[in-house]
Structure formats: structure tokens, C-alpha cells
């Protein structure tokens, strides 16, 4: 009874897969591009989201920090939706729409790179981080979903799984920027500490 929805979700993932893969070559590189950039700037990547992308976003930052396979030097990399702290005194005081954004304003700096991850490109607490760090000049890179929604006019490059089903999309975002850490970890790993 079951095995079509095994079926189904292969075969969703297998669409996507195949229609996107030269936009996650292509963006996945320049993401590459970008983090290296960032990190010989010696500034730091800072990924936020909401959900599951909040998960995605703690995970993404520890593969940089600790490490995916290789030894290598520990990159920095934080993702802003894990202080609980920080998070709920911002929404209590301020506003929950402020909860990346007041984040930024405290610990940001111009040579960071900032990582929003939205399945629909829409959060108002996403696009108010975005919004300030584009006013700044950060290098905004968008791991996003359905069309990118409102964040998308505010990166200046993003990844775009073109579906609409949020399980899909979160999955394939996985896909793309595990990809990515991998590629970095290798470059460094090659490195001298």
C-alpha cells in the first residue's frame, strides 16, 4: 500500500534531480566561489531559516565547523536559529520579524557572507535580514524554493529548487549545499592548517 509513495517521492526527487542539475552545478559552484572567497577575507558564513530550514541551517554551519570526512582547519560558519535566547528575547522585546535581522546588526561584518534558506522565499522574518544585508553590501547568497519568492530581489545570486512542494524542495536543498561543503572541505583539507 506504501511503496507508492516511495515510488512517488523518487520519482519527484528524480525530476527535479534531472531538471535542475545544471543550475546546482552551476550555482553550487559559485557558491563555492563565494564561501572561499569569504572565508580568505576572514569573514564567516551566517545561515539562518525557519522549520526545517533552521535545522538545515545548524547542520550546514557544523559540516564547516567540525567536519564532514577530512581533517582540516575549522571554517566559520554560525547559523543564527539555534540561540534560543537571543531568538525569543527579540521576538518578546522587538518584534519576531527582526529575529535574523537584529542577529546581523550584532555580529555581521562587511566581508561576511550571508545564507538565507526559505522554501518559499516569503518569511517576513527572512526578508527583513536580507533587506538589511543587502542595504550593507553583504554578498547574499539564497538556497530557496517555488520562484524565490520576495528574498530572491535581495541575494545577489541564489539556488532556486523550481517545485512547490516544501518536502522537495528541503530535500533538494540538502542535496545542494551538502555538495557544497564537501567541495570546501576538500579545498581546505588540501591546505596547510
Known amino acids: 500500500m506504501y511503496k507508492n509513495f516511495f515510488l512517488d517521492n523518487i520519482t519527484d526527487h528524480l525530476k527535479i534531480l534531472n531538471s535542475d542539475k545544471d543550475q546546482i552545478i552551476v550555482k553550487g559552484i559559485k557558491l563555492k566561489d563565494l564561501i572561499t572567497k569569504c572565508f580568505s577575507n576572514n569573514g564567516k558564513l ?4 525557519n522549520g526545517g530550514s533552521a535545522a538545515d541551517a545548524q547542520h550546514f554551519s557544523t559540516e564547516l565547523t567540525v ?3 577530512k581533517n582540516r582547519k575549522a571554517l ?3 547559523s543564527l536559529s539555534t540561540d534560543t535566547s537571543a531568538i525569543t528575547a527579540i521576538g518578546n522585546d522587538y518584534n519576531f520579524n527582526l529575529i535574523f535581522k537584529r542577529q546581523l546588526e ?3 561584518n562587511k566581508n561576511d557572507l550571508i545564507i538565507p534558506i526559505s522554501t518559499s522565499g516569503n518569511s517576513k522574518n527572512i526578508l527583513e535580514a536580507v533587506k538589511y544585508a543587502y542595504k550593507r ?3 547574499v547568497f539564497g538556497i530557496l524554493g517555488n520562484n524565490g519568492g520576495k528574498v530572491k530581489k535581495y541575494c545577489s545570486e541564489s ?3 523550481s517545485s512547490k512542494n516544501p518536502s522537495r524542495i528541503q530535500e533538494i536543498h540538502i542535496i ?4 557544497v561543503c564537501e567541495i570546501v572541505e576538500d579545498i581546505y583539507a588540501r591546505k596547510k592548517n
Open 46 to 49: 551566517l545561515i539562518f531559516g
Open 67 to 69: 567536519r564532514l570526512k
Open 76 to 78: 566559520a560558519a554560525i
Open 106 to 108: 550584532a555580529i555581521s
Open 137 to 139: 553590501k553583504n554578498k
Open 159 to 161: 539556488f532556486i529548487v
Open 176 to 179: 545542494f549545499w551538502q555538495t
